[in-house]
């Protein structure tokens, strides 16, 4: 345990012209053990804490300051342990205001100091762990105003078969199945690369389907930025097959993307999974018995 408070002793080791002894009591050197436990005010802090008869038997029977925090720190309880260390604190501090500011020693205010930081350190504590111990409802699948329709995208990845699964689903304000899609594509691709592909194909899809007032929906965070980012061109894979969108989002009709997390996207993500037990593309106009009880359930 190192004494580098900036005791008078200690600030006089670093060159600093000053008096040696407490200016609170004027009596004896003020090191770290008279500033805590031997000065007649430090004393007074402690005949008012609940440490009282404890804290005088340490002071009587330890040589020094660190064989009595070591005792501290090794037989008292955790919560007794840290409002001694509170209190320490709090001296230290009121020491400082009576030096800079001539503000009076109040033993009762430092008590009340410490045990007011340990009850709010306390509840702040209890608050973080409820938050922590709650976690967040996940977020659902949620139809789109009336005369719009939504069009989720998912992709799986197959790395065994070297292919990527692409999930397509729409369905309208009442959340009734319109018509879905899978296909996969060859290759192994980021996984970022993958979702821009997808959302490419969905793009074109919908367009040759004459579908408008699409809301469109992915799981990837850096697709929606990138057309309302007006930054410097990206010249990436990523870039270039978002940039093959820009056309189609243009039009006032199919203008908005935005990010749905995955427990929002369950259906477009098991249609992608699906997607490699049919042979390169289908198209459903029918719900399929792997999304069927998910479109059931977002409909109520």
Known sequence: MRDILPTRPNLQKKGISCPSTCFRCDIDIENTWHTFFSCPSAKLCWQGSKFHSRIMKLINSSDGVFNLISHILQCWAPQDVAEFSLI???????????HWNNTPWN????????????????????????????????????????GSLKCNIATYSFPMEGLT???????????????????????????HVGKAFAFLHAINWT?????????????????PPYFSNHLSA???????????????????????????PRSANIVAHKLAKAAIDSANL????????????DILNDMN
Not at 168 to 178: E, S, V
Not at 207 to 223: G, P, S, V
Not at 235 to 244: H, K, P, W
């Open 165 to 191: 699964g692409i999930g397509i689903c729409i369905r309208d304000h009442q959340g009734a199945f319109i018509r879905a899609r899978t296909t996969t594509i060859k290759g192994s691709m980021e996984p």
């Open 234 to 260: 990206d010249t990436s894979e990523f870039g270039c097959l978002l940039d093959q969108c820009k056309p189609f989002m243009a039009k006032p009709s199919n203008s908005h993307v935005s990010f749905s």
């Open 107 to 146: 033993q009762n205010e430092i008590i009340l100091r410490a045990s007011s930081m340990l009850h709010d350190w306390a509840t702040a504590n209890r608050a973080t762990s409820a938050q922590h111990s709650k976690p967040p409802p996940k977020q659902r699948w949620s139809p789109p105003s009336q």
């Open 207 to 223: 367009h040759n389907q004459n579908l408008e007032n699409i809301i469109f929906e992915t799981d990837c965070k850096r697709i």
């Open 282 to 293: 289908n198209d459903f106009f029918h719900i399929p018995n792997c999304i069927l009880y």
């Open 88 to 98: 320490l604190w709090s001296m230290w501090h009121s020491r400082n205001a009576l």
